[in-house]
C-alpha cells in the first residue's frame, strides 16, 4: 500500500503547492533556499522537458547539492509557452521558481504564438544540446544531402519533408543555403521522430528532419540512412555522417535545453543555482544520466550564454522570415 | 518453435521473487491511477521513473509495463459503477456498462470486463511472441491516405450507435467535430476556436470531453432528482456472471482481441481507437441480432462492455509490436515506455530481440504473469465494488463531482482545466436532458483531429492530388469496403419497401 500512498500524496502535494502563491520574502545567500524551490515543467510528464527536469533534480538531490525538497510541477500548454506566461506574469521577482526551456522558446515567440522569449525571464544556464539530422529510408535514392537539397531547389513539391513545426526551421535554412527558396517547401507535420519513422518506413515522406535521438535505434539497425548533421563538428554516436558545413552549407542551427528563473529572480537566487548547476552537470550520475539520454552537455552560464542566446535567436528570426512565417 | 523456448525461459527470468513483486506492485499501481480519473498511466509512469532510476533494468521494465496494462484494467471500473471514465480507452465502456449497473447487473459488467481484459491481455502478448516479425511488415504498411480513407470507415461506423433522433445523434456529431477543432491546425500551427487563449491552443483533452459528457451530466441529473436513497435495482446487484452472460460474452472477447490488438499495431491508431471499434462492431452485430441483445444495446448489453475492454487490453500487447522491434511508439504512454528502455541503454529497434533477448523475453512473460495476477486480484474485488452502489445518491454523486474535478486539475494543474470541464458538462447536461445522445460527440472529438491529419498529410505528400486515395491498392480495398458496407444495407431496405409495398 505503499505506492498507492505515494501517489496519492504525489497528487495532493501538486494540488496544495500549486494552490500557494510563491514570493517569498526577502532572503540572502547565506541561508538561501529556506523553503522548497519549485521545479517546473512547461510540458507533459514524459516529454523532453519533463526528463530533463526530473533527471536534473535526481542528480541534485542524490550529489547532495541542493538540500531544499524540489517538488516537480507539470504545467503542459501550448508549447510551454502557457507556463512560461505564468512565469512572466504571475511569479515576477520569486526567488522559488526554476523551469526548463528549450529553441521553442524563441521559435514560439517569433511565431507569434508566445508573448514572451528569453529576455522576459531570468535565464540560468545552457544545459545541454541536440543536433538536428536530416535522414532518408535505408531504400530511398537519395544518397547524400546534395541530392535532397538539389532535388528541392529544383521541385519543392515533389519532396514532401516530414518535421514537427519545430524543427522545420534548420531545413528550411539548409534550402536557403543552398539556393532554393525556402517559403516553397513543402513540409508534412509530425509529432516527433515516433511518426516519422513510421511515415519513412511506410514511404510516405522521403526525408525528415529531427533531433539525433528521435532517430538513432532505426539508423543504428540501417533501417534509415542519416544524411548530414547539421552543425560544424560530427557527433560521437554518429561518427560517419558528415556534418552540414563539412558538405558546404553554412547552417548550425541546434536545440538547446536550459534553466531559467521568473524575471527579476534576485541575484543571490540567481548565484546559487547557477553553481549548483555547475555543481551538478560536472556530478558523475549527471554525466551517466546525459550518456543514457544522448543529451550533449554544453554547460554555459553568464556573457558567454547571454552572446549564444542572442544569436540563436537572430538565427531563428532570420530563418523563420525566409520560411514566410511558416 | 523458437519464440516458444524463448519465452519459457522468459517466464523463468520473470519468477523470480522480486520479480514477481514488481509485477504485482506494477499491476496494483496500474489499477489505481486507472480508476482515478485524469490520472492515467503516462503520469504514473512518469511519476515512477525516478524511482526506477534506482532498479535493475528487468525490474524497472516490469514494473513501468504493469502500471500500462493495470491502468486498462482499473479504468473500466468506474466507468460501470459511476459513469466516470478513469482513462479515455475506457470510456465507450461506460455506454453499456453504466445502464448494466442501473438495472442491477454491476456485478456482471465489472465481472466480464476483468475476464475480457485477461483474454485480450494476454491473448495479444502471445500475439507479440508469435507474430511480431509478420506484424512489423504489417504495421507500416498503412500511410496517411490509407488512415484517412480507414478514419471515413469509422466515422461512418458511429451512425450505428445511433439510436433516437436521427437529427439530434447528427447535432450531436457536428457538436463533437467543433470541439475536436478547436486549437491549432496540425499542419500550420494556425489558431482554431481558441478566442485567444492560450490555454485552448492544445485543444481540449479527451479525457476531460468524456468526464465533462459522461461523469458531470450524469451526476447533475442524478442530484437534481433528490433521491435520497439508492433505487431498488440498484441496491441488489447481482455479484457475478451467470453461463448466459458468459456465453453472450464469448464472441466479443474473441472479435476484441483481434480488433484491439489489430488497432494496437498500428501506429496510427492506438488502444482508444480499437476500444470504440470493437464497440461499433458489437452494436452492429446486435442490431442484426434476432434475440434480445437488439433491444438491449443501448440500455446495457453484455457484449458492449466485453467487446471494448478486451479490446483496449488487446490493444497494449499490440502497441508493443511497433515499439519493440522498430522504436516506433503508437501513443504517448508508449513513447514513453521506449524513453525508458533507452534510459537503461537498451535500444528497441530490429535487433533488440538478439542484443538483449533476455531481458525481453523476461518482460513480456512478466505480462502474461501480471494479467493473471490483475484477475485474481480484480475477481474478488467485484462483490466490493458493487457495495460502493449502496451509498446514497447525494453522497455518491458528490463524490463523483469531487472526483472529476480533482482528475480534471490534474491534467494541467491549472483552474482553466476546471471551468473548461463545468462549462462542457454544463452543456451536456442539457444536451442529455433534451435527448441529444453523447457518444456520438465523444467518438467525434476522437475521430476528426485524427482525420484531418492524416487527410492533409495525404494531400500535402501528394502534392494537392485526390487520386492518392484510388492509386494506392489498400487504401482502394478499404474504400471499396467502406462503399460496400454503406450502400448494401440502404439497398437492402430499398428493397424490403419495394417488396412489401403495404
Known sequence: MLKTRFLAAAVVSGLALSGCSSSSAEGSTDDYPKGPVQMSVGADPGSGFDLTMRTLVDVLQKEKIVDAPMPIENHPGAASAVWLAQMVERKKEADDQVSVTSLVMMTNKARAQSKYNYDDVTMICRLLSEYFVVVTSADSKYKDLKSVLDAVVKDPKSVPVGAASDDQLPFALLVDAAGGEASKINFVAYDGGGEQSAALLSGDIKVAIAGTSEFLPLIESGKLRALTVVGEKRLKGLPDVPTSVEQGYDVTLSNWRGIYGPPGMPDYAVTYWKKALKKAVNSDSWKKAAKKNQWETTFMTGDEMNTYLKSTNQQVEDAMAKTGNS | ?502
Not at chain 2, 471500473?77 to 480507452?89: N, W
Not at chain 2, 490488438?261 to 452492429?284: I, K, W
Not at chain 2, 437488439?294 to 515499439?323: D, L
Not at chain 2, 453522497?395 to 471551468?419: D, P
Request: charged share 10%; aromatic share 8%; with cysteine.
Open chain 2, 1 to 502: 518453435m523458437d519464440a516458444l523456448n524463448s519465452l519459457l525461459s522468459g517466464l523463468a527470468g520473470a519468477v523470480t521473487p522480486t520479480n514477481l513483486l514488481f509485477v504485482f506492485v506494477g499491476v496494483l499501481i496500474g489499477t489505481i491511477v486507472g480508476v482515478l480519473p485524469g490520472l492515467g498511466p503516462i503520469t504514473a509512469i512518469a511519476l515512477l521513473i525516478p524511482l526506477s532510476f534506482g532498479l535493475d533494468p528487468a525490474a524497472g521494465l516490469i514494473l513501468l509495463c504493469g502500471v500500462y496494462y493495470g491502468a486498462m484494467y482499473g479504468g473500466s471500473i468506474t466507468s460501470i459503477l459511476i459513469r466516470t471514465p478513469g482513462e479515455v480507452a475506457s470510456a465507450v465502456t461506460a455506454l453499456e456498462g453504466y445502464e448494466m449497473a442501473k438495472r442491477g447487473h454491476a456485478g456482471p459488467a465489472l465481472a466480464t470486463s476483468a475476464v475480457g481484459s485477461f483474454i485480450g491481455g494476454s491473448l495479444a502478448v502471445l500475439g507479440l511472441v508469435f507474430l511480431s516479425p509478420v506484424l512489423v511488415d504489417v504495421s507500416t504498411s498503412f500511410g496517411a491516405p490509407e488512415y484517412a480513407v480507414l478514419l471515413v470507415g469509422a466515422l461512418a461506423l458511429t451512425t450505428s450507435l445511433m439510436s433516437g433522433s436521427r437529427l439530434k445523434a447528427l447535432i450531436s456529431v457536428l457538436f463533437g467535430m467543433c470541439v475536436g477543432l478547436v486549437g491549432m491546425d496540425p499542419q500550420d500551427s494556425v489558431a482554431r476556436w481558441t478566442f485567444g487563449s492560450i490555454q485552448l491552443s492544445d485543444g481540449i483533452d479527451i479525457a476531460l470531453l468524456a468526464m465533462a459528457l459522461f461523469a458531470i451530466p450524469e451526476a447533475i441529473r442524478n442530484l437534481a432528482v433528490g433521491e435520497r436513497h439508492p433505487s431498488h435495482a440498484l441496491a441488489i446487484q447481482r455479484a457475478w456472471m451467470n453461463k448466459r452472460d458468459l456465453r453472450r460474452s464469448s464472441g466479443p472477447y474473441a472479435r476484441g482481441t483481434l480488433i484491439g490488438f489489430v488497432a494496437g499495431v498500428m501506429p496510427g491508431l492506438g488502444p482508444t481507437l480499437g476500444s470504440f471499434a470493437s464497440y461499433s462492431v458489437e452494436r452492429t452485430l446486435g442490431r442484426r441480432a434476432r434475440d434480445e441483445r437488439r433491444a438491449e444495446f443501448g440500455h446495457g448489453a453484455i457484449e458492449g462492455v466485453a467487446g471494448p475492454e478486451t479490446a483496449n487490453n488487446a490493444g497494449v500487447g499490440g502497441a508493443m509490436v511497433p515499439m519493440l522491434a522498430l522504436a516506433i511508439p503508437g501513443s504517448a504512454t508508449t513513447a514513453l515506455l521506449l524513453f525508458v528502455f533507452q534510459m537503461y541503454g537498451l535500444q528497441p529497434g530490429p535487433q533488440l530481440f538478439q542484443t538483449d533477448g533476455d531481458l525481453v523475453w523476461t518482460i513480456v512473460a512478466s505480462m502474461l504473469i501480471g494479467n493473471a495476477m490483475l484477475l485474481v486480484l480484480n475477481l474478488p474485488m467485484v462483490r466490493l465494488f458493487v457495495k460502493l452502489l449502496k451509498v446514497p445518491p447525494p453522497l455518491l454523486y458528490s463524490g463523483v463531482i469531487a472526483f472529476v474535478m480533482l482528475g480534471a486539475y490534474a491534467l494541467t494543474f491549472s483552474f482553466f482545466s476546471l471551468m473548461l470541464l463545468l462549462v462542457i458538462g454544463l452543456m451536456g447536461y442539457f444536451l442529455q436532458e433534451n435527448g441529444f445522445p453523447l457518444t456520438p460527440a465523444i467518438l467525434a472529438a476522437v475521430l476528426l483531429p485524427l482525420l484531418e491529419l492524416n487527410l492533409r498529410r495525404a494531400l500535402r505528400i501528394s502534392a494537392g492530388d485526390w487520386t492518392t486515395f484510388i492509386d494506392r491498392p489498400i487504401s482502394l480495398t478499404l474504400l471499396v469496403l467502406i462503399v460496400i458496407g454503406v450502400a448494401v444495407p440502404m439497398l437492402l431496405q430499398l428493397r424490403r419497401r419495394f417488396a412489401r409495398p403495404d
